[in-house]
């Protein structure tokens, strides 16, 4: 624990003077560093004391309110914007204040955009259904070569774009025009957690936890796949931060400092693992939160202990926080 602690506390440094940015809107500042979005069934929600009260998100003006959203299943937090997706996809530039309608596409359970926001629009969304791209971000959807499975996880590290849905793990170097996989070694069905490696076109490295229980890894871009531990687990979501790659699982909260070779179990699993996120403030690398099928959780010693941080048996479906995790956190060395 302390050797994890020395090793990120350069981390916490650097990255800590800017998360903190207040923001000024229509009911007073917003200090993104405290800020929190989580999504239930019932809708999204916002905290401003970094989990110490809830209130729900409908937007301030009666012209576009969330009343048509249902439940929040997609989080992007993108700079200053909000994306959230359930019954269609909405956008606020203000941090939830008011919000506007990019598209009509129902069941979004994921969102990704490029890597560069600012230069190009596009954006996917995985709903229950298959993978959709947006040329002009967000407004129009059309569909890629993924229209018969539930899309639960998507990454764009480009070229490459990698997809965990109801077929297994799946490639496409087409931007969706086309789909490989899955590849020899991984078990059929579903796959709902996955992970790249943070330079994925040099070191093609993808972890994936298929439904059947433990997790795989692929060396070459999800061609072939081996087993790598946790066989009797389900996992529900996984982050790489720095050299260490967490799983959250059922039976469990596992820690692997060798790149999956092995693994540490660190704690019982407080609910079913829905989504994991490892904040880069105010407590980098030691601090994480677990949405999860009885409520949010928070850990303030990297997954050794867990305490409630809202939503007492309620299904958390997503949870997001400015700023949005930075690729720099989550490099790891090559195996």
């Known amino acids: 624990m302390r050797r994890m602690a020395t090793a990120l506390v350069g981390l916490a440094a650097l990255f800590g003077a800017a998360s903190v940015s207040p923001q000024q809107t229509g009911t007073g500042p917003i200090v993104t560093s405290l800020t929190l979005f989580a999504g239930t069934g019932e809708g999204l929600w916002r ?22 959203l249902g439940a929040a ?31 009509a596409t129902r069941g979004v359970q994921v969102l990704l955009a490029s890597r560069w926001p600012q230069s190009d629009a596009t ?23 993924l229209n018969d499975a539930a899309v639960h996880r998507a990454e764009w590290p480009g070229p490459a774009l990698v997809v965990a849905s109801d077929r ?36 093609p490295v993808i ?37 260490f790659l967490y799983a959250a699982a059922d039976g469990g909260f596992f820690r692997s400092q060798d790149a999956g070779a092995s693994w540490t179990r660190l704690s019982a699993s407080p609910g079913r693992p829905r989504r994991l996120l490892f904040p880069l403030a105010p407590a980098a690398g030691l601090e994480a939160f677990l949405a999860a099928d009885q409520g949010l959780f928070r850990t303030r010693d990297a997954g050794e202990h867990w305490e409630p941080a809202g939503f007492a048996g309620v299904d958390v479906l997503s949870v997001a926080t400015f700023p949005a995790p930075d690729v720099l956190l989550r490099k790891q060395p090559r195996r």
């Open 47 to 68: 905290s401003t004391d970094w989990s110490r009260t809830w209130s729900r998100v409908e937007g301030r003006t009666t012209s576009v309110g969330l009343e048509g």
């Open 73 to 103: 299943r997609a989080l992007l937090l993108l700079t200053t914007q909000v994306w959230v997706g359930g019954d269609g996809v909405y956008v606020s530039d203000d941090f939830g204040e008011t919000w506007a309608r990019r598209g």
């Open 123 to 145: 954006v996917f969304a995985g709903t229950g259904f298959g993978l959709l791209r947006s040329r002009d971000g967000g407004k129009t959807f059309e569909s890629t070569a």
């Open 168 to 203: 297994g793990l799946l490639v496409s170097t087409n931007e969706g025009k086309s789909f490989e996989g899955p590849g020899a070694g991984l078990p059929p069905g579903r796959v709902r957690a996955m992970v790249l490696s943070s330079f994925f076109a040099a070191d």
């Open 207 to 243: 972890f994936a936890a298929p439904d059947s229980g433990g997790v795989y890894r692929s060396s070459d871009g999800g061609k072939t796949w081996n087993a790598s531990g946790l066989a009797s687990e389900t996992i529900g979501d996984f982050v790489w931060l720095g050299p």
